[in-house]
């Protein structure tokens, strides 16, 4: 016996409970899909993407620092985007496929700054092939406080505590 | 995966009876065909939006269905020039639903909270309007990721591959969840 024959009462049983969603016979979302289709197929090389929430527009094959930095989000990179200092790496949150792979060096690098979530990448290196959504790790440039400076750091729901932690 | 779908069952709409015109569709939907965005949203939008409202369980009101709805169907819309056809439209359509549903459950968990310190907290809506009996409301008292994965597999039919590429999880983790729904189902079906 198959281990699926002992669950095929509860499978009729439920399908039986939820029909599918009546939509309404002139659905203006119908229209809009079709609409922003026509729009995504006639743009191809503009990405859209998320960062911190933030929706963005971001060209294919461009990396994640530039398309942010592009956009206004200040992602650090002390070290000038040579694979060095990983201040620009983000957590990947939706879809880590359309990224481009990650080289040898890229994940020596995040090793070396104890950086091992699978789910992490350099911004500097990370290349934007298709839609994504991305978490900055670090506070953004000019969120740190200057010389006289209050130092407390940011705890606002939005950006974790203090934004220097990482999940794995 | 020895999954029963070759014996004869007319009453299921399978996903190998969805896939034989994919190919074609996708490239149609790719190239931004207004016929091929109709007859794919007319194909999968009501399966969807049932997907949507039951993931959603007690936090369902007809305006947050069709919110997402519409974040899910635009989302789409952006993501298909770069679809690689890895897994079925209606697979990846029900993984953007599942991303925008927790993304909302997320913020709708913190609304909650806020909400709590200030007005006495209300009778959480039936989970399973449709569903009648002991099941309703074993299905109403189940953990809301339990009832969502129990609704992917038995419901919208999918193999347990295809919910692992919907949840972002892997088979094995996918199977053992089920397992562990269907025990705390029955547990309460039994109550």
Known sequence: MRPEDGHAELERRMRAAFAPERRPAADPLRERFAAQLLEAAAHPDEVPIEIDGRRLIARRGSTVLAAAMKNGIRLMHVCGARKLCATCRVKVTAGAQYLSPMSAQERLSLRAHLSVSSRTRLGCQARIEGPIGAETVFPLCGDLPGPGQDPAPDRSPDRGAGGLEESR | ????????????????????????????????????????????????????????????????????????????????PFF????????FACAIAHRKVQSFLRTGARRARIAET???PAAPRPATPAATGDLARALGALEPGYRAILHLKYVEDFSVTEIAAIRGESGHAVESRLARARRALKKLMEK
């Open chain 2, 118 to 120: 200030y007005y006495p």
């Open chain 2, 1 to 80: 995966m020895s999954r029963a779908r070759k014996h004869a069952r007319p009453w299921r709409d399978t996903a190998s009876a969805r896939e034989p015109d994919e190919t074609g569709l996708r490239e149609r939907l790719k190239h931004g065909e207004r016929a091929a965005a109709g007859e794919f949203y007319d194909a999968c939008a009501p399966r969807i939006a049932r997907f949507i409202a039951q993931a959603l369980g007690g936090f369902n009101t007809p305006q947050d269905t069709e919110d997402l709805m519409q974040e899910t169907f635009i989302s789409m819309a952006e993501a298909i």
């Open chain 2, 84 to 91: 690689r056809g890895e897994s079925t439209l209606l697979t």
